[in-house]
């Protein structure tokens, strides 16, 4: 019986463990939109609400989205996870927040860069699409101003900046990846998973040796 219990235990902590692979997934809403149309799409600051998503504090702020192939809708609420990357990003592989990226949203989460017209939301978003070359066509004034100031950035990793996979886990978090400042240095999922992983199959080899 004692032995029972200790593969009940571990299941049961392995179970717990492969939960939290998925458990910073929370709800994001899409509120509203604030830009102006740049390269025939809409570019500008997308108003969310987010909760249950584990170190992001729940509340609405100001965003932007990373990838241009993928679209949401305003009004629509999804599942959303914390990450270093967008997953897939529209391409056969992950595509990791680039630095520069990040600095240029932490000066406008800080307020340091403030954003005072449609206009200028919507030449910050066309500098973050130039940025993650997403866009690689020629930049309004204001936006290059922008992006010459992330490129001028001595950031060499992201800090706190998380990237937002919108969707559900059956599609692989792919409807649209948003940039949000995270409240602390939250792994990625996929190591989540992994150090799961890991720890099962220590247990495993633990308990075949008594």
């Known amino acids: 019986m004692k032995k029972l219990a200790t593969i009940s235990t571990v299941v049961v902590m392995c179970a717990a463990a492969f939960v939290m ?4 997934a929370g709800t994001i809403t899409i509120n509203g939109f604030q830009g102006e149309t740049r390269i ?4 500008g600051v997308i108003g969310v609400t987010v909760a249950g998503i584990t170190g992001v504090t729940d509340g609405s702020f100001g965003t932007f989205c990373i990838e241009i192939q993928e679209h949401i809708n305003i009004g629509s609420t999804y599942n959303a996870q914390t990450n270093t990357k967008a997953i897939k990003g529209g391409e056969a592989v992950s595509d990791p927040l680039d630095p520069k990226t990040a600095w240029l949203f932490n000066q406008y989460s800080t307020g340091a860069i403030v954003l005072g017209s ?17 866009f690689t066509g020629v930049l309004t004034a204001q936006a290059q101003t922008y992006y010459d100031l992330a490129a001028a950035s001595t950031w060499t990793d992201i800090g706190l900046i998380r990237v937002l996979n919108l969707g559900t886990a059956a599609d692989n978090f792919q409807y649209q990846d948003l940039l949000v400042t995270a409240n602390e240095n939250v792994p990625e999922p996929a190591t989540i998973a992994m150090l799961s992983m890991g720890f099962f199959a220590l247990i495993k080899r633990k308990f075949r040796k008594k």
Do not use: M
């Open 21 to 24: 692979s998925t458990a910073n």
């Open 40 to 43: 025939g799409l809409n570019a």
């Open 118 to 134: 449609n206009a200028d939301r919507a030449d910050f978003q066309l500098a973050i699409w130039k940025l993650e070359d997403e």
